[in-house]
C-alpha cells in the first residue's frame, strides 16, 4: 500500500484524496480550506444543479474523510525529496513522509516551484497524466493551468493524477466502477 500526500484542499486536491482513499490507500491531505471556491457559487459543475463553493467544499471534505483519508488543517512548509519517497514539513511542526506527491496549491504554486520542476509558459508542465518532471509527483488543478480556472477541471485532474497513481501500483490499468445498490 503507498502513501499518497497530497497538499492542496480545493476541489483538486479531495477529487484525488477521494479515488486514493475509497481504494485503500493511505493518503493525507494538507490544507486550510482557504481555497477561492468560497468565494463561488456553482452552476456549472455536471451533475449538481446549483450549490455555493462553501457548501461543495464541506460535502467533499465529508465524502473523503468518510472513506479514511486523513486531513491536516495546517501550511505545507517544506518538501524534500529523501530515498524515492518525500518528507513535508508544516508550519506547525508536522512531518510526514509518503511514497507519492499530489500537488494543489492553487494559483501560487510556491513548492512545486521549490522542487525545481520543469515550467511552461502556462504553468508547471505536466503530462496527460498531470505527472511532473519529477518521478511520483503530479501536479494538478491551478498550479498546472491557471487559464483553466474552473471546479470541474482542477476535480478530472485530481482524479486522473489519483488513477494513474492506482494504475501504477496495481500493474494494470485501474477502473472505479460501482454499480447500484441491490
Ligand atoms: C470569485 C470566484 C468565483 C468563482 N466562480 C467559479 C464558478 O462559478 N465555477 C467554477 O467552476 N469555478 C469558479 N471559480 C474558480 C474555482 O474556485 C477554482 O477553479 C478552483 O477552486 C480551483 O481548484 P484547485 O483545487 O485547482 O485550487 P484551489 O481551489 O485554489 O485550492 C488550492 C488549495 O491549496 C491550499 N494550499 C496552497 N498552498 C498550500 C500549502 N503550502 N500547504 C497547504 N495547503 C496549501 C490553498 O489554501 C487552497 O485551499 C471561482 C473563483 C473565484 C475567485
Not at 449538481?48 to 460535502?59: H, K, M, Y
Not at 471534505?61 to 524515492?84: K, L, N, Y
Amino acid at each position: 500500500m503507498a502513501h499518497i500526500a497530497i497538499v492542496g484542499d480545493g476541489p483538486g486536491g479531495l477529487s484525488a484524496a477521494l479515488f486514493l482513499a475509497k481504494a485503500g490507500e493511505t493518503v493525507t491531505v494538507f490544507g486550510t480550506d482557504e481555497t477561492a471556491l468560497h468565494y463561488a457559487y456553482l452552476y456549472n459543475y455536471l451533475g449538481v444543479a446549483e450549490i455555493s463553493g462553501s457548501d461543495f467544499q464541506r460535502v467533499a471534505r465529508d465524502q473523503v474523510t468518510s472513506f479514511g483519508a486523513e486531513m491536516h488543517a495546517g501550511r505545507v512548509a517544506t518538501i524534500s525529496p529523501a530515498d524515492e519517497q518525500f518528507r513535508l514539513a508544516t508550519e506547525d511542526g508536522i512531518e510526514v513522509t509518503a511514497d507519492y506527491l499530489i500537488l494543489t496549491e492553487g494559483k501560487n504554486p510556491a513548492l512545486a516551484e521549490s522542487l525545481g520542476l520543469e515550467k511552461t509558459e502556462e504553468g508547471i508542465a505536466v503530462d496527460r497524466e498531470y505527472r511532473s518532471s519529477l518521478d511520483r509527483v503530479y501536479v494538478v488543478g491551478r498550479s498546472a493551468r491557471p487559464r483553466r480556472s474552473q471546479a470541474i477541471i482542477s476535480a478530472g485532474a485530481g482524479a486522473t493524477a489519483a488513477v494513474d497513481i492506482l494504475s501504477r501500483e496495481s500493474g494494470k490499468d485501474y477502473q472505479d466502477w460501482d454499480s447500484p445498490p441491490d
